[in-house]
């Protein structure tokens, strides 16, 4: 009787599973249902391309959370080029996310461009957390890259962010750094850690945002989408 209630319960756990999962898709579809009336209203009524480009990301996003990554990459693509042209860095970077997520050909390469803007504008924290957190999955365990991502993230939280947003983001991102030691090198203890940060040389931004550069260098390889040396031109002194 026992083992029935127990085979009971897990099958209504899986149903519901199931069932909370079949109402979220379907609120998914619908939404984006919603997002592509209004993008064609846009479209009708003449909508400058930064409106447009804000359409096409939305679509991206809502099609990337139904699992349909190749719908979303030439929407996402169109409004990356958009954003960069109009200057705003933030929503490009916010596309690098997105089409990374889409597991494309060239997402990782969109990853790495992503990360680049994160670290050369002073974008939303939390994006560019989250962009350097993707190398951190991305990365083998043995890989000094994975180290280089999560300091560089708990650097920027740390400079970047203010308030209850910054203790939060230090917290993750410390967590984050902590669980790369660990993996990495079998970090347990303060002391271990101290040292392997020195080992690495983690505590000196103008060298590990160097290693971070060359990062970004092995994700992209030649697939970049915009001219660096054009936009590090136009940054204030």
Same mark, same amino acid.
């Given at each position: 009787m026992? +083992?029935?209630? &127990?085979? *009971? /319960? $897990?099958?209504?756990? @899986?149903?519901? *599973?199931?069932?909370r999962q079949g109402a979220e898709e379907a609120a998914?579809?619908?939404?984006? $249902?919603?997002?592509q009336e209004d993008?064609?209203? $846009?479209?009708?009524? =003449?909508?400058?391309? /930064?409106?447009?480009?804000? +359409?096409k990301l939305k679509m991206a996003r809502a099609l990337v959370g139904l699992e349909? =990554?190749?719908? @979303?990459?030439?929407? =996402?693509?169109? +409004? %990356?080029?958009?954003? &960069? *042209?109009?200057?705003? %860095?933030? *929503?490009? @970077?916010?596309c690098c996310e997105v089409l990374f997520r889409a597991e494309q050909p060239q997402s990782i390469a969109a990853l790495g461009q992503g990360i680049w803007l994160a670290v050369t504008y002073p974008i939303d924290v939390e994006l560019a957390v989250e962009l350097l957190n993707h190398v951190v999955d991305e990365t083998p365990d043995d890989a000094d890259g994975a180290a280089v991502a999560a300091t560089t993230a708990l650097f920027l939280a740390d400079v970047r962010a203010q308030g209850t947003q910054r203790e939060n983001l230090v917290f993750f991102a410390s967590q984050i750094l902590s669980n790369v030691a660990r993996r990495h090198s079998e970090v347990e203890s303060q002391e @271990?850690?101290?040292?392997?940060?020195?080992?690495?040389?983690?505590?000196?931004?103008?060298? %590990?945002?160097?290693?971070?550069?060359?990062?970004?260098?092995?994700?992209?390889?030649? =697939?970049?989408? %915009?001219?660096r040396d054009a936009l590090q031109a136009r940054l204030p002194e």
């Open positions: 026992k +083992a029935y209630d &127990i085979t *009971s /319960r $897990l099958t209504d756990t @899986a149903a519901d *599973s199931v069932a998914l579809e619908s939404h984006l $249902l919603a997002l993008y064609e209203t $846009l479209k009708r009524v =003449g909508a400058d391309e /930064r409106r447009l480009a804000d +359409a349909r =990554g190749e719908q @979303a990459w030439p929407l =996402g693509r169109e +409004a %990356f080029d958009t954003f &960069i *042209s109009e200057e705003q %860095f933030e *929503s490009a @970077a916010d @271990a850690f101290d040292l392997w940060r020195d080992r690495l040389e983690l505590r000196e931004p103008e060298k %590990f945002l160097v290693r971070l550069r060359n990062v970004v260098d092995v994700l992209v390889q030649d =697939g970049w989408w %915009f001219d």
